[in-house]
Every structure is written in C-alpha cells, then in structure tokens.
C-alpha cells in the first residue's frame, strides 16, 4: 500500500480530469432525466471507458514508475464497448456552453479549492426549484491501496449516473419552461484566484445572487454517496416543497 | 423456506431503496435460477396490481419471437403495450417480466447498467443461474490455450451450431410454454456469432505469427523449435515482440501477411510498424470490449489481450532504460535515440527467434546498413582475471577502426569469458550470430540486453 501526499504525483490533475468527465454526464443526464430541454436534443452515447482508459495509463504507470502525466482532455464520447449508456446533448452551444464551465472548475478542482458543485433547476421566474448537489472531498493523504483503483471508481462513478437515471420516481415534476444553471461552491478565496486566471476568455464566473443561491423551504432527498481512495462524493437532491407555485 | 421472504425483499429493494429489479439482478443475489427470479417477479407485480396500493410501479417485459415478414428472432423490451408488439409477431414465444422499478424509464441504459455490475461481479459463475447451456463450453487449462490457439479453428461456427440444437432446457418450468426451446437459439444464434467471430480474431492473429515465425527461421534449423520453446515460455508477450521485431523485415514478408483477412485488431500491428504507439491504442478498446464478454475462454483470451499491449506499452518503455545505464559497446558518434524510429530500414533476414525483447532495434540505427569502414571510439568490456581469482568484466573505451562485422566478431570472443557471477546486463551477444546476414548493421551501441541471454549459455 503506497501513501503518497498530493504533491507526490500529479493526482490532483488526475481526480480532476475524472471528476469533470463524470460531471459532464452528470449535467447532461440531469438535463435529459428532468426535461428541462426537449428530449429530442438528447443521443444515447456510452460512457466510462475514457476516464478508465486515462487512469489505467496514468496511475498504474504511476504505480509502477513513480511518474504520472496526465493525458490532455479527450473527447468524452467513445464509440468503444458500452459500459454504461448515458444521454448526452447534440446541442452545440450546450454542449459548448457545459464544457466551458467544467474547464473553468477543473482547475478549482486540481488544487482541491471545490466544496460542492451544484446544478440549479430555475423556473421561469428564475427560483431554483431543484438543486443537484454533488459534494466533493478529496483527501489531503491518498493511499492507493489496489490496483483496482480505477475500476473501483469507475464502478462508484457507473452507480451515480443509474441513480440520477432513477431519480425521477423521488422528485416531483417540474413545472414547464425551466432553464438550469451551476453553482460552485469553493472554499476560502479560491474564486479570487479564479478571476486572475481566466480561464477561458469571454466566459467570466460571477458571484452567485442570493436568490439563486437560497431556496425557500427545501426538501432533502438523498441519492447517492461514494467513497474511494481518491475521491469522496455525495450526491442529493435539495427541491422546493412546491414547486408549482 | 428462504422462497417466503422473496416478496418482503422484492419490495425493498423497489420501494425503499428505489431500485430498477431485473430478473438477473434478482437471481444473483437471492441465488436463485434466472426462471424463478422471472416467476417472483411476476407474482409481486400481481400481488401488487390486486393490492392497487398507492406505489407506482413501473414494470418492463421481454417479449421475443419470430416477425411476421423475417421469420428471424425477435426480442423486445418494452412497457406494457404488449398488443402492438404481438400483432408484429408471427410466433410469440415468450413473455416475461424483465424488470420492475418506481421510476419510468425513459431508455433501456438503465437497465443494462444494473445488470452489468453484478455480472462483473458474478464473471466467473455468471452462468450459474443461466437458463442457457452449452456442455461444449468449459473453460480451457492455460497450459492448452498457448498451444491450442495456433491451430485452425474455422470449424468452430459449424460446430457450435449443431451444438445449439442439442440444447438441453432446465428444471424449472418458465411462465411461459414455448420460450427455454425458442430463446436459446436466439440467444445460441448471437452467441455463436460472437464466438466465430473471437476465434477468428485470434486465429488471424496467430496465424501471422506462425507464418512470421516459420519465414523468420527459413535459415536457421534452431530457429522454430526455439521459437516453439520460446513462446512456451513466454506466451503472448514474448510472441508479440517477436512479431515487433519481425515487423521490421522485409516488404517481402509483409507481403505474405497481407493475404491474411483483414482484421482491424491485428492490421495496425502488422502493416505499421512503427505505428507501434497507435496499434497499442487500438488494441485497447478491442481489449476492453472483450474484457466485458464474459465466459471462461473470452475471460482468458482478453487477459492475454491486456498483457500484451501491457508488454508493447512496457516495451516501449524499456527501449528507453537500457541504453541510459549499460550497454556493451557505445559508439559515442552515434545518437542512442535514433534506434526508436526503428523498423523501416532494411532488416536482417535471418532473426534468431528467442529474443523477445526489441534487441534488434539499434541495428537499424545506420540507415544505410552497410558495414562501413570507421574510425571511432568505442566502450568495450575487457575480462580479465584480478587477484583474487575472480573473473572481472570492465567497460573500457578504446578506439578501433572496424566493420561491423569485425566488431561482432570481438565482441563474440569477449563474451565467452563472461563469468557466470556478473549481471545480466553484460551479456548476450550471441543473439547477433542469427539475424547477421551482414547487411544489418548490428552490434553497435544501445544494444538491448536479451533475457534470454541465459538460455544461450552452454
């Protein structure tokens, strides 16, 4: 069993590199599942094969070598063997408008600044009426303790996306009309930091309003929660009592 | 009875854990034949429907036979329109409930994904509880697989055909009358096509390598029994480097691969030799698809998969580490880079099979290949005998003008001192007597170290 600090190898790249592929399909599916865009915009794809493929090259390298170099972001999609069917979104500036925020946060999500991450489902006068939040934690020490790492993540990673498939039978309906937006939660002066760096131009983060951030009389709905060697994750559901109104 | 409980963990795992329930779920973890777990999920639904209690639940059927126009097998999964789906049906030879869950499903992934967990899970007995048999099908000794995987194996899709119809049903009686006889060959038919087309892959696969190999040892009489031995020893890997170093012979051979049916696996690996990166990558999704069939050969036959482009990523890597710490002679003139674009260059004929490691690389190194007459300076290991009696081996530079050639030769007598105590990085030169047809430009510096230099000493 190896102990390492984060420093030691470039795992926080690597997590975050996970994390955000698996966001992606998040958001996408979350899209799909609460119709909040018309379903006709959606394709079945298959998922988790690349960030498997990126872990097996990397962190058993890295096991076994001591050195870890990322692979630079690959297309998400593959037309490899399916393990998992996911929906994903032909909409260009969707798709556009989704990758552009999960870059802006991978850096956050590199140095561990990320508290949660959270998808708002706003009705049409811009209340929240559900909110998706995933609570990341990533621990300071990562002990990798099998080689089975990365299979185990992706097999936690794989449970989420059927639980976000099945959660329409906890959530009540959404009313029509409804638009989504994400919130990240980060820690100390983090976002500070993040306007120096822009990281992509003409994409800026602002301060989230209050409105958009608090949500009248919510209901907690768990959903699912993971813990690995490298990565905690909890996902629930905050929604409006009623949502209609 | 553990059969009274059934309802009680039915509801659980749907009501209160707000799980999708497949049938094949339900067998592996209650342990149960998958025709049971149908019928369980079958009473709860009815049980359910007549309570009319206020849970929604949503169930899901498998209807499957023959279409009207095609007459060909049909399997559907869908949600209780069943009279649309019958009337397409010429001959309907079951239904069955394949799933039950709270939320409506859109889309079949979800039930796919709840299945592929505990199938990955259960791979090793995943037809355990399995309605569908094969008595032909057991899982191959490892010692036979090595062995077995070079022989034709063109008859398989006939003999597994006759085979499905000698399938034999199970205990117990499914809901529906026709559907064990009816199902297996549907389900035999894409299974046999699977299998035919595994086989293929892999027999396409060796056979290059057999051809490789017997071209390879055209010269030498040694050459195939080693091989034989060789890849004995080291199995797919070692076969693989091999094929590597083989790849960087002549147009000629390739030729001779070329007429082998194309397949997508094993053509990037044959025709691009130095797409050896790219070919690793392709076999990698090919790896992981076939890591998901599930069977005892395809388990084997995917682990094997995964070594070997393992090994082909490795390999590249240990390219790199030898030439950094010690070869026999480097030539200071020379770059030790230059050797990883290697295959193009004229190959050498004859190449003595038992050496799987990318030895031959460095020969290519003078793309002229041709001996040329050269002053330089070059890293030689002298033996000698110190004061103690032991025989010590040390790296000396001296400048010598020489052929190739010339320098194998030297370094062919040098080895013979070697003492058995010293590393093994000292060693094998005798790999170079095989692939010396002198045109190659050999036995210069970056030399790889051959591990099975230790099967040469005599």
Request: aromatic residues 6%.
């Amino acid at each position: 069993m190896t102990t390492l600090t984060r420093q030691d190898l470039n795992f926080g790249q690597v997590v975050a590199d996970v994390l955000c592929e698996f966001l992606e399909v998040a958001v996408h599916l979350i899209l799909y599942v609460r119709e909040v865009y018309p379903v006709g915009i959606f394709q079945k794809r298959k998922k988790y094969n690349v960030p498997v493929q990126i872990f097996t090259d990397d962190i058993i390298k890295a096991q076994r070598n001591s050195v870890i170099c990322p692979r630079p972001h690959s297309p998400l999609m593959s037309n490899d063997s399916a393990e998992t069917s996911a929906y994903m979104s032909c909409h260009p500036e969707l798709n556009q408008y989704i990758q552009d925020t999960l870059h802006c946060v991978k850096p956050l999500l590199e140095k561990n600044d990320v508290e949660k991450v959270v998808v708002v489902i706003l009705d049409k006068e811009h209340r929240p009426v559900e909110k998706f939040v995933f609570e990341i934690t990533q621990p300071p020490l990562l002990s990798i303790s099998s080689d089975s790492l990365l299979s185990h993540v992706e097999q936690l990673l794989r449970a989420f996306i059927l639980k976000i498939s099945v959660c329409d039978a906890v959530l009540d309906h959404n009313p029509p009309g409804c638009t989504f937006t994400v919130l990240v939660h980060t820690r100390e002066a983090a976002t500070r930091n993040m306007e120096k760096i822009q990281v992509i131009k003409d994409f800026p983060w602002i301060l989230a309003d209050e409105q958009d951030v608090h949500m009248h009389d919510p209901r907690l709905i768990p959903l699912k929660t993971m813990t690995s060697d490298i990565l905690k994750m909890q996902l629930y559901v905050e929604e409006r009592a009623h949502k209609s109104s | 009875m553990a059969d009274q409980f059934y309802l009680e963990n039915i509801d659980e795992f749907v009501t209160d854990q707000n799980k999708i329930v497949t049938y094949k779920w339900l067998s592996y973890t209650l342990g149960v034949h998958v025709n049971q777990a149908k019928q369980m999920l079958y009473d709860y639904v009815e049980r359910k429907r007549k309570e009319n209690s206020g849970a929604q639940l949503h169930v899901t059927y498998l209807v499957s036979g023959s279409l009207l126009q095609n007459g060909h097998s049909v399997i559907y999964v869908l949600t209780d329109c069943f009279s649309s789906v019958k009337s397409k049906l010429a001959v309907t030879a079951s239904i069955h409930v394949y799933s039950i869950q709270k939320a409506m499903l859109k889309d079949s992934g979800p039930l796919f994904n709840t299945d592929y967990d505990i199938l990955k899970s259960n791979l090793q007995n995943c037809s355990k509880f399995s309605a569908i048999q094969c008595a032909a099908a057991v899982p191959r000794a490892p010692a036979e697989s090595l062995s077995s995987r070079k022989f034709d194996q063109s008859d398989l899709p006939a003999s597994s055909e006759t085979q499905a119809s000698e399938l034999t049903t199970n205990g117990h009686g499914p809901p529906a009358s026709k559907q064990v006889s009816q199902q297996p060959k549907g389900i035999m038919g894409m299974l046999v096509s699977k299998a035919a087309t595994k086989p293929q892959e892999t027999n396409k696969e060796t056979k290059p390598e057999a051809k490789e190999i017997t071209n390879a040892s055209s010269a030498g009489g040694k050459a195939p029994g080693k091989a034989n031995t060789m890849s004995n020893f080291f199995g797919k890997a070692a076969m693989n480097k091999l094929k590597v170093n083989l790849d960087s012979e002549q147009p000629v051979k390739e030729e001779k691969l070329v007429e082998q049916p194309p397949v997508s696996v094993t053509e990037p690996k044959l025709a691009a030799p130095t797409g050896l990166k790219k070919s690793s990558k392709k076999a990698e999704p090919v790896k992981t698809q076939q890591k998901e069939k599930k069977g005892g050969k395809r388990v084997e036959l995917s682990d094997d998969e995964a070594k070997e482009t393992e090994n082909m990523k490795k390999k590249r890597r240990r390219i790199k580490l030898p030439e950094s710490d010690s070869s026999e002679d480097e030539v200071f003139p020379d770059s030790p880079e230059t050797y990883e674009a290697e295959s193009p260059s004229p190959p050498p004929p004859v190449f003595s099979p038992p050496d799987p490691l990318p030895k031959e690389l460095p020969p290519i190194k003078s793309s002229s290949g041709e001996s040329k007459r050269k002053r330089r300076r070059v890293l030689k290991s002298k033996t000698f005998v110190d004061e103690e009696g032991c025989i010590v081996t040390e790296k000396v530079y001296e400048s010598e003008s020489c052929t190739d050639s010339e320098e194998e030769l030297k370094m062919k007598t040098s080895s013979v001192h070697r003492p058995p105590a010293t590393a093994v990085k000292k060693e094998p030169r005798e790999e170079r007597k095989g692939p010396k047809k002198g045109t190659a430009a050999l036995g210069r510096a970056n030399r790889q170290v051959s591990i099975t230099g230790f099967f040469q000493k005599k």
